[in-house]
């Protein structure tokens, strides 16, 4: 096959793809943020950690697996070092402050019944689970 028609083919697929997405988008966003965008993000969320659930569960049973997996889950302490700690650090900086801006945005549609502390909480255990999730896959 020709390099330049593959290309061109991933292109247009990789166009199509943003073409539909852009349109769903506008679509949702026309109806509202609490009438849809809700509604579909509480789905969405759940399906997102089904699949990375059921990658990290096939990547873990992969034969050649095995060394990846004790490479992740027995540290040798001999490499750290101050860049380690420090990428480590702005690491989790990045995350946990996509989860609190996540929690800003949305925390004026919560209700008074639920508590800000819990749900802060909450988002701090999930950013963990997902953060060890990802790295399984």
């Known amino acids: 096959m020709n390099r330049k028609n593959s290309l061109d083919s991933n292109s ?4 199509s793809f943003l073409f539909f997405s852009l349109l769903l988008t506008f679509i949702l966003l026309s109806f509202g943020i609490k009438n849809c965008v809700e509604r579909v993000v509480k789905y969405m969320m759940i399906l997102l950690f089904i699949v990375m659930f059921g990658l990290a569960i096939v990547s873990v049973s992969c034969f050649s697996g095995n060394g990846g997996l004790s490479f992740y889950l027995k540290p040798d302490f001999s490499k750290v070092s101050l860049g380690l ?9 990045f995350s946990l ?12 549609y919560i209700g008074k019944e639920k508590s800000l502390v819990s749900e802060a909480m909450n988002i701090a255990v999930l950013d963990d689970i ?6 399984l896959i």
């Open 12 to 15: 247009f697929l990789t166009s």
């Open 85 to 93: 700690v420090r990428d480590a650090l702005n690491q989790s900086f």
């Open 130 to 135: 997902v953060a060890v999730t990802a790295a």
């Open 97 to 108: 402050s996509l989860g609190i801006g996540s929690m800003a945005i949305f925390g004026s």
